[in-house]
Structures are given as structure tokens and as C-alpha cells.
């Protein structure tokens, strides 16, 4: 609950921090091109126009930010740098709760990162309680997932503690995937595990036992666990039909109107009742609109009133997330260094020879001019050459310019750039 109200307090701090003063700036320009409105009225509007429109752009610029770090979450993982693909999901996931807040938040992205979430969570070893429900919120909202459903039913087989949410999913899938043998197999064993004997149990049972394939491997783990299934689960799931009855004849018109007729007196009140109260309603706003028009200290008192609050709430949103600023700051972060190979595929061939004791002279000549140089076997013109090529290097340009400043120090003759 203080999460969520943290998160609400610094969406509304950030919307308030810019729509106060704009709604200031241009309210003199709409006052006057709407003259005959009352200004506090043309006031209310342009605040609450602007903080909409800043929190309809604050929410799509979230979901671009978003998108952009679900990406790069996705490019993460597949190099197998998990650390980095977790900051990614988790910063994208305090994106969501701090700015996409209703009615602006789209359920595409919702849906798009509990995918990426269960995906991650289910296909890597990090530990984290955010995912962990992710996951089960994106298996409730979308159970025809299957290869969700499989990783999830598989970790949960091994799992020693299964929560009421996960009980529930495993329900839901179980009664989703009877037909399918391998996720049914997955939720017959940690049903059998747990020992359950409600009715979705019983319901998978009997249908394992109805399949010769399956009934041979655990017909003596059910029958020991609820006995034999088949009369209890059939006198459960079966429709007991009985004989037939005389029904006695009932004059359907008669009923009928006077259901009709207490309907529409029914609709007939609550029309009154409804008019009424709008009537009402209209008299008494007008009233008060008339009163406080003519009596210049009422107004005034209404304008200083909702100056204050407007102030008392923009201190309290400014003390608020400048606390968390200040609390964030005294958590330690443990940083994580991330070492990345850089992949070199081009080097500098300066010399070849048919001998390679001619190709070794040379090489260890370099290396006395502390330069990285190598031999290397090829085969061409039928003859087995060994050339002497220098350095690694990512690109063209890096090995070419490298080649020209050995060659004007007369170190080497002639190059040329080649693949290693």
C-alpha cells in the first residue's frame, strides 16, 4: 500500500509541478477570450485540462521508455548477461507503477511486461519476488501460454512450498489442459504431491485413468491416495436424470402481463424519483452559484481556500518525493562489473614464406619492437605458405591506419588487411 501510494504521490507531484504554472500563464489569455464565463470556472477547467493532457504524454513517453527497455532486456538475455536483463525488467516495471497510472495505462504494455517477466524469470536462475508474482499474474490473465504453463508447472513440480495463488493457477491450468498429456502429467504429479482431493483433482484422475498409457504408471499412486474413483467421481460429474412427471399446465399470459405491468410501473417511479433529484440538485447548484456571484467576500474566500489547498498539496507532493530522493540515496548499491569481449575478426598480414624457421626470424623481430605477431599456415598456388600477420582489430579502417604507421616507421615493408 505505501508503495503504491509513493508511486501515485510522485506521478501527481511531477503532473502538479508543471500544470500549476502553465495553468497560471495561460489563464489571463483565456479569461480573456472567454469573457461572459466566470473566471474561477475558466480556472477549474484549464488546470484540469492541463494536468490531463501532461499525464496523457507523461504516460505514452512511459511506454516508450518501456518498450525501449523490454528490448534491450531481450538483447541482454540472449548474450546471457542476466544481471543487466534484471535492471532492465525491474526499472521497466517501476516505469509502469510509477507513471502509467489508470485510466492511461495501456493493457498491451501490462501484458507485454509480465511476458517478458515470466519468460525471464522462468529461463534464468535470478531470484526475485517481483517476477515470481509477475509470473503468476501473466499465467492468470493468459493461460493458453503453454510454454509458459510448461516452465512454470515444471519449476513448480520441484518447489517444497506452493502458495493459494499458485494453487489457483494450477487449478485453472488443469482444468484448461486435460487433453494435453505432458502439461496434464506435470499437474497430475504435483497433485499427487500435494494430495489434493477436490474436485479438479478427482476430474484429472479419472481422465488419467481413462487413458491406458497413463493409468499403467499412476493407477496405484490415485487408488492409494482417494481409492477407486470411478462410482464417487460419476455419481459427481454425471446429470441424474429422473422420469418424467405430468407438469401441471400454467397460464403463461396472465403471468406474464402482470410481470409487464410491474416493470413499467417500476421504471415509472424510478423516472420520478431520478427527476427529481437532478431538479433538485440543478436548483441548489444554482442557488449557490447565485449566491456566491453576489457576495465578493464569499468569493474571495473560495479563491484564497483553493490557492491554499492547491499550495498545501504541492508542498506535500514536494516534501514527499524529496524524502524519498534523499532515502534512496542512503542505499547502498552493490555495483557489478560486466566484463564484455569485443570480437576482432581483422589482422594485418605483413610478410609470408615458404620456410617457416624464415617466418619465425621475423616474428620474433617484431617482438622485439614489442609488436603482436604471429604465424599462421595457409595453403595456395599448391604450396604451404606462413605468413606473419600483426594485431586484431574491429574494423578495416583501425587495421589499415595501424598498417600505415608500422610501414612509416620502416618497421614493415608492405601490408595488407585480412580475416584471421
Request: charged residues 25%.
Amino acid at each position: 500500500m505505501i508503495w503504491i501510494l509513493r508511486n501515485i504521490s510522485v506521478h501527481l507531484w511531477i503532473t502538479t509541478l508543471f500544470a500549476i504554472p502553465l495553468s497560471f500563464y495561460l489563464l489571463p489569455g483565456l479569461a480573456e477570450f472567454f469573457p461572459g464565463i466566470n473566471p474561477l470556472i475558466t480556472g477549474v477547467v484549464t488546470i484540469a485540462g492541463v494536468i490531463v493532457t501532461i499525464s496523457f504524454l507523461m504516460d505514452l513517453t512511459a511506454k516508450k521508455i518501456i518498450t525501449n527497455l523490454i528490448k534491450e532486456g531481450h538483447a541482454w538475455e540472449r548474450s546471457g548477461i542476466f544481471n543487466k536483463a534484471d535492471k532492465n525488467y525491474t526499472k521497466a516495471l517501476r516505469i509502469y507503477d510509477t507513471f502509467l497510472l489508470w485510466p492511461f495505462a495501456p493493457k498491451k504494455t501490462a501484458q507485454r511486461i509480465s511476458g517478458a517477466i515470466a519468460k525471464f524469470n522462468l529461463n534464468s536462475s535470478v531470484e526475485n519476488i517481483n517476477f515470481k508474482l509477475g509470473t503468476l499474474v501473466y499465467l492468470k490473465v493468459n493461460p493458453a501460454d503453454k510454454d509458459i504453463a510448461h516452465l512454470w508447472l515444471t519449476r513448480l513440480r520441484k518447489s517444497s512450498i506452493i502458495t493459494s495463488l499458485e494453487q489457483e493457477i494450477l487449478s485453472m491450468l488443469a482444468e484448461r489442459y486435460y487433453s494435453n498429456k505432458v502439461l496434464s502429467i506435470l499437474i497430475l504429479d504435483i497433485f499427487l504431491g500435494l494430495e489434493r482431493e477436490d474436485f479438479t483433482a478427482k476430474k484429472l484422475y479419472q481422465h488419467v485413468l481413462s487413458d491406458p498409457e497413463l493409468k499403467h504408471g499412476y493407477a496405484e499412486k490415485i487408488e492409494a491416495l482417494i481409492g477407486k474413483p470411478e462410482d464417487t467421481l460419476q455419481r459427481e460429474v454425471s446429470f441424474q436424470f429422473f422420469d418424467k412427471k405430468p407438469v401441471k399446465k400454467i397460464e403463461i399470459g396472465k403471468k406474464v402481463q402482470m410481470l409487464f405491468k410491474k416493470g413499467v410501473s417500476f421504471l415509472q417511479s424510478l423516472c420520478f424519483f431520478v427527476g427529481g433529484s437532478l431538479r433538485s440538485l440543478i436548483l441548489s447548484v444554482a442557488r449557490v452559484y447565485t449566491y456566491i456571484k453576489q457576495n465578493e467576500k464569499t468569493r474571495f474566500y473560495l479563491k484564497a481556500g483553493f490557492l491554499t489547498l492547491v499550495s498545501g498539496l504541492l508542498l506535500f507532493f514536494m516534501v514527499s518525493s524529496i524524502s524519498h530522493i534523499f532515502k534512496s540515496r542512503t542505499i547502498e548499491k552493490e555495483k557489478i562489473k560486466t566484463h564484455i569481449q569485443v570480437f576482432k575478426p581483422l589482422t594485418i598480414q605483413v610478410a609470408a614464406y615458404l620456410k617457416p624457421k624464415h617466418a619465425q626470424r621475423y616474428v620474433d623481430i617484431l617482438k622485439k619492437k614489442e609488436i603482436d605477431a604471429r604465424i599462421k599456415k595457409v595453403y595456395g598456388g599448391g604450396k604451404t605458405w606462413f605468413v606473419v600477420r600483426v594485431s586484431e582489430f574491429t574494423d578495416k579502417e583501425s587495421a589499415a591506419a595501424y598498417g600505415q604507421k608500422l610501414k612509416k616507421q620502416k618497421i614493415i615493408d608492405d601490408f595488407f588487411v585480412n580475416n584471421k
